[in-house]
């Protein structure tokens, strides 16, 4: 707890300091604002970008009895600026059912407020716990669930916290630090569970990375530790997004918990794009268990399963995973609207299964302009 507020006082002092310094100094006259000063608060773009997006999809299984048409979500997303160095997102899910403690933000996915100056920035609100793995990094409707991790679809790492930020000049490395409620913790406003982060991500013409060191607190003083390591490689069309992870409790059992997948993409042309992917996970069993189930219960909710993906993945039967897409945008120069087909399957249910849709994203800040012109 005393590391926490020494961390809190510190970010929040440096930011304070340089909001005083850079934001508000009323004793200074009007006329000693040099024409650049005005010139930067002028080109500040004050009106947000909001959005509305969703995606419907058919979904079924090969030789299944298990099929139909359905919708993967409703979002909608605000971005924009309150000032030169302060910003906010919003990223909410429409028409979701609350969770077990029935909090009105259990919907939301981001809400943050950032200040940034110089190379520094810093992030606090409810936002996703930095994990660096390009995979779960994605947007929702960017991804498609049978093709992901165990990991990806049983981790909710949507926290309350604060971030963090230092870019180099050239703006090739960001560090982070962030420190926030634990995942593993179902009270947050009460159990006292935090996770800590430290991240970095590069950008070059050929090369992304994004990798963390992580700790998650399930039990005052006990964590799981994790390593991420996201890199994405460019070669002309073609790129290969390539994940790997390791986490356990114990250091020395980090090996024996794995997570790794590989993405090769290739952009056709502007308007059609290729990708497969090829996953592998294992569990050795021994770390911290959130399911309180037994192995043999695991074993029977597998057999039960009748989807593409198992239940559980088991120590005895590492997880294999595999399938393959396509994506069109049917409109030139224009990545609003997208259409999908994609194959998946594993080695755990030996299932195969298909989903062909349609992602749609509505610009309102267009539309009413729009509107208003006329």
Known sequence: MKRLFCFLVATFAVAGSAVHAQEVDSTVPMQTLTSEDVTIEESVDYVPAISLDARFGYDGIVSGKSAGFGGDGLFLNIDGK?????????????????????????????????????????????????????????????????????????????????TAAWTNKSETSTFLFQVANSPYSEEPKVSSLYSYALGWQGAWEHYESYWTFNMWEYSHGSFVKNIALGNIFY????????????????????????????????????????????????????????????????????????????AYILPDKDYL??????????????????????????????????????????????????????
């Open 82 to 162: 309150i000032s030169k160095h302060f910003s906010y997102s919003l990223c909410q899910r429409l028409f979701e059912s609350a969770g077990e403690d029935s909090s009105v933000f259990d919907a939301t996915d981001i809400l943050t407020l950032s200040y940034e100056v110089g190379n520094w920035a810093f992030t606090a609100g409810k936002d996703y716990v930095i994990l660096g793995n390009w995979e779960y990094d994605a947007y929702d409707l960017d991804a498609y669930f049978d093709m992901n991790t165990m990991f990806y679809n049983s981790f909710d790492g949507r926290r309350w916290g604060v």
């Open 235 to 310: 070669f002309g069309d073609f790129s290969l997004t390539a994940d790997f992870m390791m986490r356990a409790v114990e250091l020395d059992e980090l090996t024996d918990n794995l997570s790794l997948t590989l993405q090769p993409a290739y952009d056709i042309c502007d308007k059609v794009r290729l990708f497969g992917k090829f996953g592998w996970e294992k569990d050795s069993g021994n770390m911290f268990d959130l399911t309180g189930n037994s192995f043999d219960g695991m074993r029977q909710e597998n057999e039960e399963c009748t989807t593409v993906m198992p």
């Open 321 to 374: 995973f595999y399938g393959a897409g396509v994506e069109y945008y049917p409109i030139k120069n224009n990545k609003n609207v997208r259409l999908h087909a994609v194959w998946s399957s594993n080695n755990y249910t030996d299932r195969h299964g298909i989903n062909i849709g349609l992602t749609w994203k509505f610009d309102v800040v267009n539309a009413i302009s729009r509107l208003v012109k006329r």
